[in-house]
């Protein structure tokens, strides 16, 4: 699809006050900010993003696609009997039922083993990743300004190849793709930003960038549980890199209802430790809202 810029600046506009200041509707002008801001949730225009070390950054332009008829057509705007400005959309959707016989299997639902599993791999991409990026984002060593120069200092550690026996080399910490998000492009600029870093991303960097200390019994290694529950900061990272690999890497996509239990109850005392450690309380809330939102929607069913 052809895009064309739109070159509109908050500042002057100029663009579009040339063009709808010769509409044959005045009320286009006046209420150009109102219809720039619907075009864009209307994806007619879009505003490109770009990321730098200090998050998202605005550009002052936007973009269009070139697929626009060359007159405006006469139902959209329509202020004969109104002096202020009516804009009428038309949406036109097309509904198709899902009948057994066409694909789904009737005698198949989906099961609360597969729900149970659904709502733990949500609560881990969520509020547990969450609380990773925070342990991330306040453990960078005093030496670097912010997380981003800090990445950037271990650069050589994280691509390297080692190698291993017989000749063979192994692959770096980072993948590809996840080198891509971390390190910017020649001009400086990032693909992404840090919120949008990944859970296995988040631990990587923790583990190799951050100034956290290994649990006891070390990075890699499952932490000691109960009686001698190790508390510690490196504990609780890797006691949530141990509960995705088992709940995402289940064979059938079935977690029983006490398992389940038993998991949320995991999440939450880790959440707990990790509020403790840094001095903040908003996971465990986030996890109890997530836990009654999902349950109200069963409720409802």
């Not at 006050?17 to 007619?44: F, V, Y």
Request: net charge neutral; aromatic share 8%; charged share 25%.
């Amino acid at each position: 699809m052809k895009t064309s810029t739109l070159d509109i600046k908050p500042d002057s506009f100029k663009f579009t006050d040339a063009i709808w200041t010769k509409e044959k509707h005045p009320d286009l002008h006046k209420h150009k900010d109102h219809i720039l801001r619907i075009m864009e949730q209307l994806n007619i225009l879009a505003r490109p993003r770009s990321f730098n070390e200090m998050g998202e950054k605005t550009e002052n332009y936007f973009l269009t696609p070139c697929m626009l008829r060359q007159e405006s057509p006469i139902e959209v705007i329509s202020p004969k009997d109104d002096p202020s400005m009516n804009l009428q959309y038309k949406l036109k959707a097309d509904f198709q039922p899902w009948h057994a016989d066409e694909g789904h299997d009737s005698d198949a639902p989906i099961m609360p083993e597969h729900m149970n599993q659904a709502r733990l791999c949500v609560a881990l991409a969520t509020v547990c990743t969450n609380a990773l990026r925070e342990i991330l984002l306040t453990h960078v060593s005093d030496k670097h300004a912010n997380i981003y120069q800090a990445i950037r200092a271990k650069k050589a550690d994280l691509t390297k190849k080692t190698q291993a026996r017989r000749g063979q080399w192994q692959n770096s910490l980072l993948l590809p793709d996840q080198s891509q998000v971390v390190f910017p492009d020649p001009f400086g600029r990032y693909v992404a930003s840090v919120d949008q870093f990944d859970i296995s991303l988040l631990y990587i960097l923790i583990r190799h960038v951050s100034t956290v200390s290994a649990s006891v019994m070390g990075w890699g290694i499952d932490p000691i549980e109960h009686p001698s529950r190790d508390r510690c900061l490196g504990a609780t990272v890797e006691r949530i890199r141990l509960y995705r690999n088992q709940i995402c890497h289940s064979m059938d996509g079935k977690i029983s209802q006490h398992d389940f239990d038993d998991y949320w109850n995991k999440f939450d005392i880790v959440l707990d430790d990790i509020e403790q450690a840094l001095g903040r309380q908003e996971f465990r809330a986030q996890l109890e809202k997530q836990r009654r939102q999902v349950i109200s929607v069963y409720e409802a069913c």
